[in-house]
């Protein structure tokens, strides 16, 4: 038992590894510098960038090792600007950092911080962590193992909480806008330990599906800080060294802070959860609360949020609904908010931070993907109008993001981040999508959340410069950039501006309020003051009043107050309650902003070629197939880049005991992809009391076209591939000659298979897609002759529709099988009906109903052994109706396979592994042929 498990947890560490395959088209040309610590990878287009992140790796990478007590040994860091998604990570198998350079226009999400110099601070931490398991007992894995091996051994040791947490406080220490400083990070748990008490470890760090819970990241920091706060710079230097070394030991990390700070894990977190509930109580209560008027109306209490409410001439409002439930969808609330109807559910929206809408339309972005290159992605501009019903997508292929209607819905302005991250502000008609004009933002500083003044001759936005941010007002026939206050390092957002004041988000005084710029006299103002956030305003059409976001425990709620100046606070006078509760880190660390001296040395720069590099092994290890009938032993390759993924190795087939050696490639670069595999080995099988051996060699070449058609709120996706096969067949050794039956001889065979998916994009409730489509067709034959015939053709399809009540699935399967069972026999992708093992058919029809549901959350703790998240069923009925001629007996016969039953099943998580949700339970089965009952075990969709 313990063999396969520890063989489970290494072939999930291989497919998360094999996962993070995204490619970039072939006419990307790269480049590279080489520093004494670092390999910077990017396109040629970006060398200034590469240059300037040269410098920056190199110059962080002793300050920012300190306190872990390693310095990471030379890495690759490939900058990737072919989409528009922000992201970064640092990933084993292969060893590798990658940095999307696209900033997000959410200023919530990367402070006053240039985005890429947060990166570097956040990202080199991860490099340091994964050093130090190169310097401690884990390594021993390295050598059976390679990277996966380190990979495996290091996420089983550490938990996630800790890898982000102690990332966070680092980019907090080191710049003065890390996410430890934004009080919009830790809303949530702010105001869970304000208004209840904290939920218990398990659920804090695992999740739920019945409350939303603080992320790894929120909690991680914060338990980081506490135990920095309390026991010096080093702690968790030594805590992870312990933990790391022994690995081997259940709960190590827990073990280990418990001997290196005196409290076990659960205890550390109690602490951490009272001291922040005294300091934030303390400063809610300091501060005044200013009086406004609820108009969501919550019909239940699962989590929700309205976003962005924006006012409608009706008196209405719009806003962006989500949560645990629902899918993001905009929805139209009358005045008091009583009545609510969905408008329409868009695709994945980019992280704007804000929504326009004017004139009874809406606009808004949206992320669109290229169909084949994974790295490659566009931001586009869609529209949507509330008296037609209809929508529009203005262009295709763009990299423009946060639109705002003009006054008179006629433009739109947005900002474009070119592939070379030159920032712009663009203007487009908003009927055709033609571009009207364009400005480049002066000295290419971070320009976001463009809104219109309401005489439509200027647009304000934020400016982000050197760790502060203004907001400026662009004349948009001229294109001059005026600033209309100080540059300041409060991370300021949100702009809204009237004939008289703009309007913005500030944490100003702690809490993340609305403050209020007047035009004329340029003195600031605090609008309003709310115990957990309000922010977000919009001014309603008879400009009296303020709607806006006021968060709760059950999701952010809008609210309205009325606009009066005289209420307002002058900024000299607003009470300040920040808690910096990173401040002793900022104290030991001694260097509060390290980006503001580092150098400008310009390195060579050379041409990168991937062919050159296309071969990198990085783990060799064993894997078990997920029915647990082989075991594989195999040197894994991935070169930097993700242009090909090689493999050559051993497989044991544990029912045929029978052994093989086999190698294969897969070639990304191209728009198909290139596969080539070979085997060899010998195969085993028996058909009632006769047991058939053989020697099989086998070469196999094949394209694949994997596709990726998403444009909406249906996740779509269509993969093509075709195989050629030759299979050689020796040494065959039978007790005795069953009528025709083929021995040695060579099987030529070609397959070809087409599937398609499109699937409604899922709550985090969802048990499927309330509406799925899934299709595949798969034909294999030998075309070219030989000494073995065979041909298989199948077509499955599967639909889902939503059941009786929300989250309930209602799922209708077909299938249709042909083959020729007269020699040789391909094996059938279809799925048999359940309680009976394959058996070929010449023709086959089958299908199925089952209708899925929760039934409750219970948020259980066994211990740290198990978390139980989810109780859920499923009901189903299975039927199929086959033939087959009887050679033997030269009749037709048919069979008729029904059975009946009943899973109950629970997702839950084993021995506090984050990120991994196991689902398992047990089947009541009924096959009327045999009129009996049967139990199985099941994990996922399979039995055991």
Do not use: C
């Not at 992870?240 to 990390?253: R, S």
């Not at 298979?753 to 499927?768: C, F």
């Not at 259980?860 to 001629?885: M, T």
């Amino acid at each position: 038992m313990r063999v396969k498990l520890l063989l489970a947890l290494l072939s999930l560490a291989s497919s998360v590894a094999f996962s993070q395959t995204g490619t970039n088209p072939p006419s990307v040309k790269w480049r590279q510098i080489n520093t004494e610590s670092f390999k910077i990878i990017f396109p040629a287009e970006l060398e200034q960038e590469g240059q300037r992140m040269a410098n920056t790796m190199q110059y962080i990478h002793k300050p920012l090792s300190g306190s872990l007590g390693h310095a990471p040994h030379k890495i690759p860091l490939v900058l990737q600007n072919q989409g528009v998604i922000s992201n970064g990570f640092v990933a084993l198998s292969p060893r590798r950092s990658e940095f999307y350079t696209t900033a997000p226009q959410n200023y919530n999400l990367s402070g006053t911080n240039n985005w890429l110099n947060l990166l570097a601070m956040h990202e080199f931490r991860h490099m340091v962590q994964y050093e130090k398991a190169y310097h401690s007992r884990v390594k021993l894995a390295y050598y059976p193992f390679g990277q996966n091996g380190i990979l495996a051994l290091s996420n089983a040791a550490v938990p996630s909480w800790f890898w982000e947490g102690d990332a966070v406080a680092t980019e907090t220490a080191f710049s003065p806008s890390g996410r430890g400083r934004i009080p919009d990070f830790d809303l949530l748990f702010r105001t869970i330990l304000l208004e209840r008490k904290p939920y218990r470890y398990n659920k804090q760090h695992l999740g739920s599906f019945r409350d939303n819970v603080p992320n790894h990241y929120v909690t991680g920091y914060h338990l980081v800080t506490h135990l920095r706060r309390k026991a010096g710079t080093d702690i968790w230097g030594k805590v992870m060294q312990q933990a790391l070394d022994q690995f081997y030991v259940p709960f190590t990390f827990s073990r280990a802070i418990r001997q290196q700070a005196g409290k076990r894990l659960t205890a550390t977190y109690r602490a951490m959860t009272h001291e922040l509930d005294s300091l934030w109580t303390q400063q809610a209560d300091s501060l005044p609360q200013t009086p406004a008027i609820v108009l969501t109306q919550r019909r239940n209490r699962t989590y929700t949020d309205y976003l962005y409410p924006q006012p409608l001439s009706d008196g209405g409002f719009i806003a962006l609904k989500s949560g645990l439930s629902d899918i993001q969808t905009f929805v139209r609330l009358d005045a008091d908010g009583r009545n609510e109807r969905k408008i329409f559910t868009p695709g994945i929206l980019t992280s704007n931070g804000m929504l326009s809408v004017v004139d009874e339309k809406i606009v808004w972005s949206e992320y669109e993907y290229d169909p084949r290159w994974d790295t490659r992605n566009y931001s586009i501009i869609k529209t949507y109008d509330l008296e037609t019903g209809t929508y529009q997508v203005l262009k295709r292929q763009t990299r423009l993001a946060a639109p705002a209607f003009s006054p008179n819905a006629h433009t739109i302005a947005a900002i474009e981040v070119s592939t070379q991250n030159i920032n712009s502000l663009v203007l487009l008609d908003a009927d055709t999508g033609e571009e009207l004009k364009r400005w480049p933002s002066p000295q290419n500083d971070f320009i976001s959340m463009p809104r219109w003044a309401p005489d439509g001759k200027s647009v304000v936005l934020l400016r982000t410069r050197n760790n502060t941010r203004t907001i400026v007002q662009v004349d948009v026939e001229t294109g001059t950039f005026t600033d209309l206050m100080p540059p300041t390092s409060e991370n300021i957002g949100h702009p809204v501006i009237t004939d008289k004041y703009v309007f913005y988000n500030s944490p100003y005084n702690g809490i993340e309020n609305i403050y209020a710029l007047d035009l004329i006299t340029r003195q600031q103002y605090q609008v309003a003051s709310r115990r957990y956030a309000g922010i977000n305003p919009a001014v309603t059409t008879n400009g009296k009043g303020i709607l806006f976001n006021d968060f709760s425990l059950r999701g952010y709620n809008v609210y309205t107050m009325s606009l009066n100046p005289d209420n307002w606070i002058p900024l000299a006078k607003v009470v300040k309650s920040k808690v910096n509760y990173y401040g002793p880190l900022v104290e030991q660390e001694g260097t509060p902003n390290i980006l503001t001296n580092v150098p400008a040395k310009t390195y060579p720069v050379q041409k990168y070629s991937r062919l050159k590099h296309i071969f990198n092994p990085h783990s060799w290890m064993p894997s078990l197939d997920p029915e647990g009938n082989s075991v594989s032993l195999a040197i894994l390759s991935q070169d930097i880049l993700s242009t090909a993924v090689s493999t050559v190795g051993y497989t044991r087939n544990l029912s045929e005991s029978s052994n093989r050696v086999f190698a294969g490639v897969s070639y990304l670069g191209y728009y198909p992809v290139i596969n080539l595999t070979g085997a060899t080995g010998y195969r085993t099988t028996q058909e009632n009391d006769t047991t058939y051996q053989w020697r099989e060699k086998n070469i196999t070449a094949g394209l694949a076209l994997p596709l990726n058609l998403t444009r909406s709120k249906y996740l779509q996706s269509l993969t093509l591939s075709t195989n050629a096969q030759i299979n050689s067949i020796s040494d065959f050794y039978r007790p005795r000659r069953v009528l025709t039956e083929q021995a040695n001889g060579v099987l030529r065979n070609v397959n070809y298979s087409a599937s398609y998916n499109r699937v409604l994009r899922q709550s985090r409730r969802d048990l499927a897609g309330r509406f799925e489509q899934r299709a595949s067709l798969y034909y294999n034959h030998t075309p070219f002759g030989g000494d073995y015939s065979g041909e298989i053709f199948t077509a499955t399809t599967r639909l889902a529709f939503p059941g009786l009540l929300k989250h309930h699935s209602l799922q209708l399967t077909g299938n249709y099988q042909k083959e020729d069972t007269h020699d040789y026999i391909f094996s059938s992708p279809m799925r048999f009906v359940r309680g009976y093992g394959y058996r070929p058919h010449d023709e086959f029809y089958g299908g199925s109903v089952q209708y899925k549901f929760p039934i409750f959350y219970p948020d259980f703790a066994l211990g740290p052994f198990f978390y139980f998240q989810r109780l859920k069923s499923n009901i189903f009925y299975d039927y199929g109706y086959g033939q087959r001629y009887d050679r033997r007996n030269q009749v037709n016969r048919n069979y008729t396979y029904q059975s009946v039953g009943l899973e109950l099943t629970t997702d839950f998580n084993f021995m506090r592994l984050q990120g991994v949700l196991f689902d398992a339970g047990v089947r009541v089965l009924y096959r009327p042929d045999t009129q009996k009952p049967s139990i199985e075990f099941i994990v996922g969709e399979f039995n055991l």
